[in-house]
């Protein structure tokens, strides 16, 4: 691929706005709630809020990279 099209790809995928897909959204949620679940049992913070907001976004940027529109499990 050379830099031109590479370019252009980025460009295009600027415009992409993917939404978070109910089953991503569940995995997502069932993955944060066992990592915290983990975290209590050792008495100590493995994860939060804001890791969870971190995972969303790393989710949408995949969708991203994809050209897609929705972010899938």
Do not use: C, H, W
């Not at 830099?3 to 706005?17: D, G, K, M, P, W």
């Amino acid at each position: 691929m050379n830099l031109e099209t590479l370019a252009s790809y980025i460009s295009f995928a600027r415009n992409i706005q993917p939404v978070l897909g109910d089953e991503a959204a569940k995995k997502i949620q069932e993955e944060y709630l066992r990592l915290r679940k983990e975290g209590q049992s050792r008495n100590t913070i493995s994860v939060t809020p804001r890791q969870l907001e971190s995972l969303i976004r790393m989710s949408e940027a995949f969708a991203k990279m994809r050209l897609s529109n929705e972010v899938s499990a």
